[in-house]
């Protein structure tokens, strides 16, 4: 997919009248805080090797959670608070492993699939490999699955990088995306949703029935990595049956054992605890307040979960670090903003970006209720693009702009103007100070999958930088090596700049960063497009 990007030349050098609405001495002033009295490192070392891994309601989230308050408050910070919405369960590993007891004896890579119960102790037996993608298949292992640990993925043949795995944007990659490409509000279906939700219980339920011990599935990723998500949190969900993730080269080894005279035995232990005691997730919030325009403010945010299978470095200890250094430069120049300056720290993000969503739920729009009972049924994240129409709330302008971190540790690009053309050449005169630095690339392309999302479907002006790849999409993402060990210093403090630029641009501008129209119902792209056969 190709997408439109202006760029911004290296040699690039403001008009006398742009210059006049960046403050470039105030900018001088985060440089020298950012770069030269750096707290980011410090930051994202005691979420990663401290803290390490935050699962949303578990015992390390709640930990994070804490700590990220009281730094914001020994910051100077004010109105440092968290904010509860409904989640579910906490879970959390105490312990695990996996083995093959034979043919030979050997080690296994494999880790607890989030949010599946304990084994209740060692567990030992032989496997069976039973790919079961439909309820249809079940008829084909009825009464072949008691005592077995089932293995239901259906081993491939793998696979080898053909690219490097680290690397970071060319200039000529930023400049050859150069089609518009306009942010779509429409419908999403959720009919598949529905069935697949359905199905993972029937699955879960029909394993218990026939006798099954376990389930394993191999790792989506080679390289013995391992990520161990999963997404039956709510209360009531809860499966039945242990699952492991298993890395994907000893699940190709255990899948052709399988077919020998000699099929292996495994053992597995998988010690976990369920946390009940709340079942509140929490978005950390802290505000520099500001002197004018009242009621109006302008916000950064990353999300502060993680998943398990490590201590969620660049996904997204980084952002997060990014975010509260930001902070901390701006109240320790003493800025006096014109608008409120907020920080969030986002909750439940890897379970459908549910934090963000419940912030836009309670302060700036919110969308008429599913009128399908089935649909109504589902979360509120399922549904939300498919409910019309949007309805402000009384804060909906009040949020003149938001900017998100959240796509590793590689420093800043640039920033997706997500479609806004009226925002795109004063975010190009913002990046102007920053372009020995690396970041001169303004890009009207849409981005997904994380915290401003939701904002953007209401219309209100969210955004997220364009930043240099690195290993993170390769090897990083969700996986058992997002370590503190792959983050880079030098771009993490180059963000924090960038960042704290943006914000201090964006508070004290005359007026309100220009938006989109409020998104209504779109009308089909083909009206006369016969619809697809089921």
């Not at 702009?401 to 925002?423: M, Q, T």
Request: net charge neutral; proline share 7%.
């Amino acid at each position: 997919m190709k997408h439109l990007l202006v760029g911004l030349s290296a040699l690039c050098i403001a008009t006398p009248a742009l210059a006049q609405s960046v403050d470039r001495v105030a900018i001088n002033g985060i440089i020298d805080q950012g770069l030269n009295h750096s707290e980011v490192m410090q930051t994202a070392a005691y979420l990663t090797d401290r803290i390490g891994g935050r699962m949303t309601n578990s015992p390390q989230m709640r930990q994070a959670e804490q700590w990220s308050q009281q730094r914001f408050r020994d910051w100077g910070l004010s109105n440092v608070r968290a904010e509860g919405f409904e989640f579910g369960r906490g879970w959390s590993i105490v312990r695990s492993s996996a083995r093959m007891t034979s043919p030979r004896a050997i080690e296994l890579r494999a880790i607890p699939v989030a949010w599946t119960p304990s084994t209740n102790g060692p567990i030992s037996a032989g496997v069976i490999v039973a790919p079961i993608t439909k309820v249809e298949d079940f008829d084909k292992w009825r009464g072949k699955l008691a005592g077995k640990i089932v293995m239901l993925s259906l081993p491939n043949t793998g696979s080898e990088p053909t690219e490097p795995a680290f690397r970071r944007w060319t200039d000529a990659e930023l400049r050859d995306r150069n089609t518009y490409v306009q942010p779509q509000h429409s419908h999403v279906p959720v009919e598949r949703q529905l069935k697949m939700a359905e199905f993972a219980g029937r699955l879960d339920a029909f394993l218990a029935e026939e006798g099954a011990l376990a389930w394993v599935k191999m790792s989506q990723r080679d390289g013995g990595l391992l990520h161990g998500t999963g997404y039956t949190y709510q209360v009531g969900a809860t499966p039945k049956l242990p699952g492991m993730e298993i890395a994907a080269e000893d699940y190709r080894r255990l899948a052709r054992l399988a077919l020998t005279d000699t099929p292996p035995m495994l053992s597995l232990l998988s010690e976990v605890q369920f946390h009940d005691e709340d079942v509140n997730a929490y978005n950390i919030l802290a505000d520099i307040p500001g002197t004018d325009r009242s009621g109006e403010y302008v916000m950064a945010g990353a999300h502060l979960d993680s998943w398990v299978a490590s201590d969620g470095a660049q996904d997204n200890a980084a952002g997060s670090a990014v975010v509260m250094e930001a902070a901390r430069i701006l109240s320790q120049m003493k800025v006096k903003p014109k608008r409120t300056i907020r920080f969030a720290l986002w909750n439940g993000e890897e379970q459908g970006i549910l934090g963000s969503l419940a912030y836009v739920d309670r302060y700036l729009a919110t969308r008429a209720p599913a009128t399908d009972p089935a649909l109504a049924a589902l979360p509120s994240n399922r549904t939300w693009r498919n409910r019309w129409p949007v309805e402000p709330r009384p804060g909906y302008r009040d949020l003149v702009a938001y900017f998100n971190l959240d796509n590793g540790s590689g420093k800043i690009r640039g920033i997706n103007a997500e479609g806004n053309v009226a925002a795109a050449p004063i975010f190009q005169e913002w990046l102007a100070p920053f372009a020995s630095m690396g970041a001169t690339t303004v890009s009207l392309r849409p981005s997904g999958g994380t915290d401003h999302v939701y904002m953007q479907t209401v219309g209100v002006p969210g955004y997220q930088f364009i930043q240099d790849p690195l290993d993170y999409s390769s090897r990083i993402h969700h996986t058992s090596i997002d370590s503190y060990d792959h983050l880079k210093p030098e771009d993490l403090r180059q963000a924090a700049v960038i960042l704290a630029s943006f914000l201090l641009n964006a508070a004290n501008r005359d007026a309100p960063l220009p938006r989109m129209p409020l998104p209504t119902q779109p009308t089909p792209t083909d009206p006369f497009e016969y619809p697809a056969a089921d």
